[in-house]
Each structure stands twice: as C-alpha cells, then as structure tokens.
C-alpha cells in the first residue's frame, strides 16, 4: 500500500486533509475500481461518475477539519433511503424513489461522506446467504465460488474487494455479521435505536438496525458516532449514548459456551479456528468463564419460528396479494407462513422472551461480553442454491437471537483458514455497550496481523487513543476556561494539561451568555444543522475531574460533545432555556474570535 492508495476511512481522510490526495481523486478511483471489478451484482444502482467526482470538488469549500468523513466514498444497502436512488429492496415491483435521505444518509453526508451507489441483498433483507436477489449474485471477495453472505451481500463485498472503505447494512439476524466474517472485514452491529431507521424498508420492524461495514474497528466506530442519535423521525429511535474507545480492560472477562454447546455441523476447520481464537483472547489478557448457551439457541429459534415472521409478511402483503411472482421463491415461503400467525401465538412467544431475556440478563451479571463463532461454518453458492433454507438457517446459529435479546454486536475477523475461507469472531454484549466492544475488538484484530479485505493490505498500526493513562479524564472546554482566557487558572490549579486544539462536529450552535466574567454556550443541535465550534481538550486527575466539575455553576452542564473526527469527549453545554436573552454567536466560530472581535468594538 503506497500513501497514494490509502484504504481505511482513517487513511483516506488523513490524506484529504493533508492535500496528498484529493476527494475528487478517491472517488474516481473508486468508479475505476468498480469496473475492474466487473461484477454487476453488486450494484443495484451506481451514481454517474461525474455527478460524484462533482460533490467531491466542491468539498474542497468546506473545513475539512470538521468533517469527519471528508471525500470518504459509501454504498449503501437498497433498502435504506438515499435521495437520487430509487429504493428497490432488491424487489423491482417493489421500488420507488425516496424524497429525501433515510437519516443515517443524512448525517453520513453532513459529515462529508460521497454516497456512489446503492448495493444488493437478499429480497427484503430476508437471508443470510446473499443468493436470493434477482439482480444477481454478488462474488464474494475473498473466494468466488463462496456465497457473498447476506443479506447485505453487496454492502459487505463492495468493502471487502476494496471498492469502498465504508458502507451501510442491515441487521435484523445476522445480516450486518455474516457477510463481515465471509469478507473478512469488520461488521458493527449497533444497540438497537443508536441509529435511527427512519428510512429503512422494515424486514422486522421491532428489532432492524442499520449496520456498518469497514476495514477496521476503528473505521467501523467511527461511522457509528457519525450516525448515532437519537432521531424524532424513528418511534424505535434511544437515545442511547456512544461511550470513548478506551485501553484494553485489566480484568476483561468474556463468555464461552459450556463443553459440548458448540455448534460447527461437522466443520473441523472453523471448530479448530475458534479455539485458536480463544487462545488469543487469553493470550491479550482476558479470562474466558463459561456460560450456559441453550437459552440463547432457544431465543434464537423463536425469531423464524416466532410471530416475528410476521413482521416480514406486514411489509409485503399487498404485493404477496397483488403480484406473488415478484417476489423471490425462497422469501415468499418464508414470508406467507406469516400471515397464519395468531395474536395467541404472538403473546405466547412474548412472554417467554421476556423469561430468555432475563436469564440473558443473569448471564452477564458477571460477564463483560460473549465471544461467538460469528456463523458455524461456510458454504459455496452451489450448496446454497441446492439447499437453500437449510443451509441459511444453519448460518444463523450464533446470531438469531441478538436482537430479541437487546444486545450489542461486534463481527471482527479472526484467521485465515488453510483452505482460504475467512475466519471470524463476534463479540456481543447487553445494549450500550457497543464502546467496550469496540476497545476490545480493535485490540484483538490488531494482534491477528490479517490483511483487511480482500486485496492483501496490511492492518496499520492502532490509533492512539485520546485519553492519556487511566487515571486521567479528558474535557473539553469551548469559553472562559480555553488556554489564555479569564478562568483558565481553574484548570491550571486542578494540574490540567492542554491535550489538543480541535472543533466539535458541525452539530452546536455558540451564544455569548449575559455572565461575569463574560462566558458562552453551547448547544447541541440536530447534526448538520450547527456549525464546527473551536474548542481545546484537557485532561485532569479523576479526582480533579471530580471536583472541577462540581464547581460548575447553572446554566452550564457537562455532557457528551461530539469532536469533528467522530470522537465523542465530556465538555461544557448549557441549558437551553436561558438562551432567549443570549446572543447568538456561531458564526465567529469560536468563544477566542468573538472575544477579539468585541475587544476591537
């Protein structure tokens, strides 16, 4: 890899940022890479180029430093809305076109993301297997007599065969896990509500996430904090808040199945490729405590053979009633079997969910996360095509029940079989904890030394982490406290040291408060709709964090602000109900410009 070629979103916006490549140049590389890759079946429908190229160069009009997704290139799965694509969910008599972004495209674009295309799937997001789309079957990028995994088969290849760094799936059983581990890349499948939905065509409406896929764990979180957020459009969407990435936990503690729970169907290589994988988490530290799985393979089967099919059959009915040979075979069985579901059957099957959940819950009282197979085994296309409920059924062993239990998921390749068939580990864990999930499983991909992909790329080395020893808490402050400033001295006593200068995301708004010493607001708006504030990053003692923030005096509050890189810190908000008598100052871009602007008045 030359630093002309950079591959992970990290590398790309590193380069656009120091002008040694272009956006307008990743994204013409990235049509030059869909043609020599020559598959139409990953594509359901592709931007013109120049169109593309276009929203590249006017980027070159924005701060760079505050987008953090400059020039990057996406697709995006063909059943989430992105305005100037028609939503087909891989159902031509299904398709429309959508009038604006599903709101995911929206903050992807706000952050200075380039969406180039909309990918396959399995019909309706129904399938783990990636062959049920009429618009072809997508190669795997790894081995292309290899299903693609689905059903987001497009989204998953269109990263592992290098075309794009970064792309959007779905998650309802296994769809954003599946097609990782086939691809050997990472899939990130979020708490369910992080990300809004609105703008999703539902395959189960009540437990759909829309998933990321990237190269790296680092790539994948950072394109979660990008979309994550609560969203008014969304009745499923939680405000849900993404935690730091931080080191490697000291007392890691991750859950095994017990002796014998294990399932491979008879595949001695992935068996043998889980249990080196265990070694390595032990190896980086962490006890393995065993756990009981059969209740999580009971959740898992109550998803199919559930009342939640019935979810699927909602979706489609008038066109199961109006034109039945539009839709695929395989889905159609599936979904007519939901239509002679009982409300009965739907209350029975609530209430022993609700009894799984909390052995779920009593699972990880003492457990940080459970490390899975990511899919048992893998299967060619022909065998697939040959068998195709059984086989699909099987690939979803370790991952049905995610969902139905509320829990976090993180898909992170693990080895290279000698057979060449990718590997790969998930890591799951109760609802938000996706942060913890993301400290550990970079750590674990990084000792792998796998290349990313498909196409022979060496991992780069771990990013730094923000935060500095684990004693230390970093702050960000946007007013009176910045370097030089009337209350600066309250750091400096507390021992606080300047760690960086750096802007939020484009998502607050500045107002210069009616205060003495003269001190400002910020407020958090909905992303995009702000602008990038200037802001200084530092770093106390617990114990001083404690005490700094104890003297802080209404309307200010320490929340959750979201850096213009995607990482997310503790800084100064303030109550918005005392903004009516402030004046708004966002525009100056910053507490430091303001101030010498009213000393120059």
Known sequence: MGAEQPETIAAIVAAHRAGTVTPAQTVARTYQRIRDRNDPAIFISLRDEKDAIAEAEKLATRDAASLPLYGVPVAVKDNIDALGFPTTAACPAFSYTPTHDS???????????????????????????????????????????????????????AVGAGLVPLSLGTDTAGSGRVPAMLNNIVGLKPSLGMISTAGLVPACRTLDCISVFALTVDDAALALSVMAGPDQADPFSRDRPLGAIT??????????PRNGQLIFFGDKKAEAAYGDALKRWTALGAELVEFDLEPFYETARLLYEGPWVAERYLVIKDLLASAPDSIHPVTREITVAGARLTAADTFSALYRLQGLRKIA?????????????????????????????ELNSRLGTYTNFVNLLDLCGLAVPASMRTDGIPFGITLLAPAGRDALLASIGRVFHADTKLTVGAKGVAQAPMAPLAANGSDEIPIAVVGAHLSGMALNGELQVLNGRLIEATKTAPDYKLYALRTTPPKPGMLRVEAGTGASIELEI????????????????????????????????????????????????????????????????
Do not use: H
Request: aromatic share 8%; proline share 7%; net charge positive.
């Open 103 to 157: 709101t995911a495209v929206e903050r992807l674009r706000a952050a200075g993301a380039i969406i180039v295309g909309k990918t396959n799937l399995d019909q309706f997001a129904t399938g783990l297997v990636g062959v049920r789309s009429p618009y072809g079957i997508p190669k795997n990028s790894i081995r292309e007599d290899l299903i693609p995994g689905g059903s987001s088969s497009g989204s998953a290849v």
């Open 361 to 389: 819950e009593r699972t990880f009282a003492n457990i940080d996360a459970l490390v899975l197979p990511t899919a048992p085994t893998a299967y060619t296309t022909a065998q697939v095509l040959a068998n195709p409920i």
């Open 247 to 256: 080191p490697f936990p000291v007392n890691l503690r991750l859950g095994v």
């Open 538 to 601: 530092w770093s106390l003692s617990s114990s001083a964090f404690g005490k700094f923030v104890n003297a802080i005096p209404a309307p200010m509050a320490i929340g959750t602000v979201r850096l213009a890189d995607g990482r997310s810190v503790k800084g100064f908000l303030v109550e918005p109900e005392v903004l009516s008598e402030a004046r708004e100052i966002t525009a100056y871009g910053g507490w430091r410009k303001f101030m010498a602007e009213a000393a120059k008045a």
